[in-house]
């Protein structure tokens, strides 16, 4: 199932890409970024779906998204000052924070015990996230290795019909990538810089 944002309403697209998830399936939606594929952050046999459709390798984890603050206890037992104020700075927006991640998280989401989480910007994703108001996996829409999709057509020729809902939003902007930040220990690290500058202390 194609949705076309340019023909149908924001909140059908909405409506049938969360039913698609609750329901345990695999959407691909556009982000601030480029497009990504999407599962319930719960549901293993559509997180596994993913990998295989992506021939990810297993041990690269997953990121997720998330449409507000509240939802990390999901997610995470433990947020530092640091991350506090992290948040509060650059989300919503392209950073990407790695937390302590809770034992009860499917494996593929966990790299090194962390879980790697954003409020996206504003965006279809940042509205999906908020509506569903769970964890949905955030992975590039591309076969690995391959360049991430900005657009329908690419979807269709990565992924044929493997997908069960795809949310076309036009061409994707494809701008810097998240910066992405370790908080989960004493101190926050910088792991790859990216489109917001972090002043670490």
Known sequence: MT?????????TALREAVATLQGGGIIAYPTETFYGLGAKYDI???????????????????????????LLPLLTDSVSAQAEELMRTFWPGPLTLLFS????????????????????????????????????TATSANISAHPPARSLEMILDYFGDSLDCIIDGGESPGNIPS????VAGEKIALLRKGAVDIPLR
Not at 44 to 50: D, F, Q
Not at 109 to 129: D, M, N, T, Y
């Open 44 to 70: 293993l046999s559509a997180i596994e779906r993913i990998y295989e459709v992506k021939r990810r390798p297993a041990e690269k984890a997953m990121p997720l998204i998330i449409g507000r603050r509240e």
């Open 3 to 11: 949705i076309t944002l340019a023909r149908e309403t924001l909140e």
């Open 101 to 136: 991640a809770r034992s009860v998280l499917p494996a593929p989401l966990v790299s090194g015990g962390r879980v790697a989480v954003r409020i996206p910007g504003e965006s279809f994703a940042l509205r999906l996230a908020l509506k569903a108001d769970f964890p949905i």
């Open 179 to 182: 910066t992405i930040v370790d």
